[in-house]
T-cell receptor, first 116, second 113 residues
Framework: SAVISQKPSRDICQRGTSLTIQCQVD?????MFWYRQQPGQSLTLIAT?????????ESGFVIDKFPISRPNLTFSTLTVSNMSPEDSSIYLC?????????????FGQGTRLTVV | RKEVEQDPGPFNVPEGATVAFNCTYS??????FFWYRQDCRKEPKLLMS???SGNEDGRFTAQLNRASQYISLLIRDSKLSDSATYLC??????????????FGQGTELSVKP
């Protein structure tokens, strides 16, 4: 299993500003994942963060808007830049634990962002 | 067409009822399948993995039909504590080698006394 600490748990931000979300894992992991969950919606993958290389972004998400850092195997940050009300959402980081014949994703507690 | 589609819900059932959730996926190359549970204002947590042979965990039974690209979750003897959103999740590759988890939109279950 994996324990993930994510902060802040919530924030209210002014439009045009940026917010950096931090994610700390209690074990070393190769890949960390960042998701967005808009109100009433399911999870959408934003990007995959590998330590030592550039993050891989999904269609519709770009590095300028969501820069990601991955300085070591236990930590990652996601920045939501130049925020607008449309960015109001829950942002979750995730890691995978794999074993013989299975994979389980673990999630941080989420960051509930409101942009005003 | 969405990659993973679930029953729209919400499902409102009395305690003790049996309820079934359905899910279809579009990518025939998908490799692994899961049901996650998400409580209100909480992060998703794994409920159970889904295997071709079907698997059961207490009151919960999951089935996978690869030919029909269909996944189901059956909950027997519903409890109030089962109230949550149930997410059908499909992995289209090896998770730590580029495979991605694709989430359905979720089906909300509300169990009433």
């Amino acid at each position: 299993s994996a324990v993930i600490s994510q902060k802040p748990s919530r924030d209210i931000c002014q439009r045009g500003t940026s917010l950096t979300i931090q994610c700390q894992v209690d074990s070393q992991v190769t890949m960390m994942f960042w998701y967005r969950q808009q109100p009433g919606q399911s999870l959408t993958l934003i990007a995959t963060a590998n330590q030592g290389s550039e993050a891989t972004y999904e269609s519709g998400f770009v590095i300028d808007k969501f820069p990601i850092s991955r300085p070591n195997l236990t930590f990652s940050t996601l920045t939501v830049s130049n925020m607008s009300p449309e960015d109001s959402s829950i942002y979750l980081c995730s890691v995978a634990a794999t074993g013989v014949g299975y994979t389980e994703a673990f999630f941080g507690q989420g960051t509930r962002l409101t942009v005003v | 067409r969405k990659e993973v589609e679930q029953d729209p819900g919400p499902f409102n059932v009395p305690e003790g009822a049996t309820v079934a959730f359905n899910c279809t996926y579009s990518n025939s190359a998908s490799q692994s399948f899961f049901w996650y549970r998400q409580d209100c204002r909480k992060e998703p947590k794994l409920l159970m993995s889904v295997y071709s042979s079907g698997n059961e965990d207490g009151r919960f039974t999951a089935q996978l039909n690869r030919a029909s690209q269909y996944i189901s979750l059956l909950i027997r003897d519903s409890k109030l504590s089962d109230s949550a959103t149930y997410l059908c999740v499909v992995n289209n590759g090896i998770y730590n080698q580029g495979g991605k988890l694709i989430f359905g939109q979720g089906t909300e279950l509300s169990v009433k006394p």
